[in-house]
T-cell receptor, first 115, second 110 residues
């Protein structure tokens, strides 16, 4: 089974709709992240959480909100979707920087289209 | 804020040729990571570099961290079709999150 899962994998929605993307992990990591990927722009950090009670804005948080329901679950919401939020969204988890690699483990991604 | 650049944006090579992608940061980094994303897939961690001037090898891949810890490179010797994908560097300043570069997309022609 995959260590980091995301649902849905694909979603088409209309402008103004509220949408939630969900992420679950079995890695046991405290740190979780939400990124969006756009062609030519790499991965940009939306929000991150270092534990259940910790939520932080990333580089591009406007128009998004998150909820850390448990250590294993981190959801991303678009309160009122707009077309320029059409992108590929990735959830990731990691150990703290003090560990050997603190590599990020990414989920399979959610392709979101806002019409 | 911190910026991480990568060049080239795209690279097309013939199978068997070498390939290099370069990563440059606007600020001195604590460490740098490299990831590979296959077409239609998700980024997968390749390696982390921490020390100034560090060089690490993984089979045909050679990773280097610059002396000033502001740049890095990934070199692939004798590319294979399995090397196709986008290679991202991600740099981290002390106490900050990783910032990803825009990636270099590699195509390998058989």
């Amino acid at each position: 089974d995959a260590d980091v899962t995301q649902t849905p994998r694909n979603r088409i929605t209309k402008t103004g709709k509220r949408i939630m993307l969900e992420c679950s992990q079995t890695k046991g990591h405290d740190r979780m992240y939400w990124y969006r990927q756009d062609p030519g722009l790499g991965l940009r950090l939306i929000y991150y959480s270092f534990d259940v009670k910790d939520i932080n804005k990333g580089e591009i948080s406007d128009g998004y909100s998150v909820s850390r329901q448990a250590q294993a679950k981190f959801s991303l919401s678009l309160e009122s979707a707009i077309p320029n939020q059409t992108a590929l969204y990735f959830c990731a988890t990691s150990d703290p920087p003090s560990t050997a690699n603190n590599e990020q483990f990414f989920g399979p991604g959610t392709r979101l289209t806002v019409l | 804020g911190q910026q991480v650049m990568q060049i080239p944006q795209y690279q097309h090579v013939q199978e068997g040729e070498d390939f290099t992608t370069y990563c440059n940061s606007s600020t001195t980094l604590s460490n740098i990571q490299w990831y590979k994303q296959r077409p239609g897939g998700h980024p997968v961690f390749l390696i982390q570099l921490v020390k100034s001037g560090e060089v690490k090898k993984q089979k045909r891949l050679t990773f280097q961290f610059g002396e000033a810890k502001k740049n890095s490179s990934l070199h692939i010797t004798a590319t294979q079709t399995t090397d196709v994908g986008t290679y991202f560097c991600a740099g981290r300043r002390h106490g900050q999150n990783f910032v990803f570069g825009p990636g270099t997309r590699l195509s390998v022609l058989p």
